[in-house]
């Protein structure tokens, strides 16, 4: 492999130990590399000196501060921009390392992809849930990511690649890259992942998914965690079909509507709408009902 840029957005964490954590590990394996940290108009002044500190001390990693803030997409894309590797490994800021040969699994499956068909290949390593017990009023995220830790192995991706990309954690030739972009039409949060797997697949450009996660530490609180999935949700029907066969959510809405049932999901959640949402946002919050929440949600926005 050629020249690598770790690029790593952040926003209000403490990313110490990702950074050093990978730098270590870079020198380790004796590769060109550089760290690309970019400070998304943070608000946490204490945050930002600490992150800015520990960056401008490690060789080969540049630091960049944003005054104002930008989306998700155009974030990932302004780091794209910034980079002058070959290659870009893209990493959430509130990822943790859990292995110590996190590079070197990722260049090796890059380098044994390569090798295969001497096509250049999207590797994907996946993400896990943190293990500690989360504070009061952050159990919506922390059991539903326990949950979803049951599809997130490298096995069960790669029955439905394109659909389970995320860019939590992936690794792509700048070329590529570039070739695609992500969205910066994508505005609210969510699916900018979903439209670029949706493109790869459109391009013909194969992803690889492999056992190497990094574990997600970023539990927000109930409250924020369920306003960012609504804002998803609007998000997914805004852009319609073109991300509708790849949303989970979108699948079960059209399967109700064929069985002419939207009337009825969307009276129910009128009427239990309340109870179900002080349920989720309370200590043992159900995730049935979280999966139906979501799908009245969806069904409701048709009539609004």
Request: proline content about 2%; hydrophobic content about 40%.
């Amino acid at each position: 492999m050629e020249k690598l840029s770790i690029l790593i957005p952040i926003f209000n964490w403490d990313c110490r130990q990702l950074l050093t954590d990978l730098h270590s590990q870079a020198l380790s394996i004796d590769i060109r590399f550089q760290i690309v940290a970019v400070d998304d108009a943070s608000t946490n002044t204490m945050l930002k000196h600490q992150n800015s500190s520990t960056a401008l001390s490690l060789e080969f990693c540049r630091y960049i501060e944003l005054t104002e803030r930008l989306d998700r997409a155009a974030m990932r894309n302004y780091m794209a921009e910034q980079a002058d590797g070959d290659f870009l490994l893209f990493i959430d800021c509130d990822a943790g390392v859990i292995s110590s040969e996190f590079l070197a699994n990722y260049i090796s499956a890059f380098d044994d992809a390569l090798k295969f068909d001497g096509k250049e290949k999207v590797i994907v390593g996946g993400l896990t849930h943190s293990y500690l017990r989360p504070r009061p009023g952050m159990e919506l995220r922390y059991y539903y990511e326990r949950e979803a830790d049951k599809h997130r192995s490298a096995e069960y991706r790669r029955q439905h690649p394109y659909d389970d990309f995320t860019a939590f954690s992936f690794l792509i030739g700048k070329k590529t890259f570039d070739s695609i972009r992500f969205d910066e039409g994508i505005t609210e949060y969510g699916y900018e992942d979903v439209l670029f797997g949706a493109e790869l697949q459109n391009k013909g450009i194969e992803i690889v998914h492999i056992d190497n996660p990094l574990v997600h530490m970023g539990i927000e609180s109930s409250e924020i965690y369920l306003n960012k999935v609504e804002a998803s949700l609007r998000q997914a029907y805004q852009l319609g079909n073109i991300v509708h066969k790849h949303s989970k959510v979108a699948i079960y809405c059209r399967k109700a509507s064929e069985m002419h049932m939207c009337w009825a999901v969307k009276l129910l959640w009128k009427i239990f709408y309340k109870p179900i949402r002080k349920n989720l946002l309370g200590s043992n919050p159900n995730l049935k009902w979280f999966a139906f929440y979501k799908l009245g949600y969806f069904i409701s926005l048709s009539s609004k």
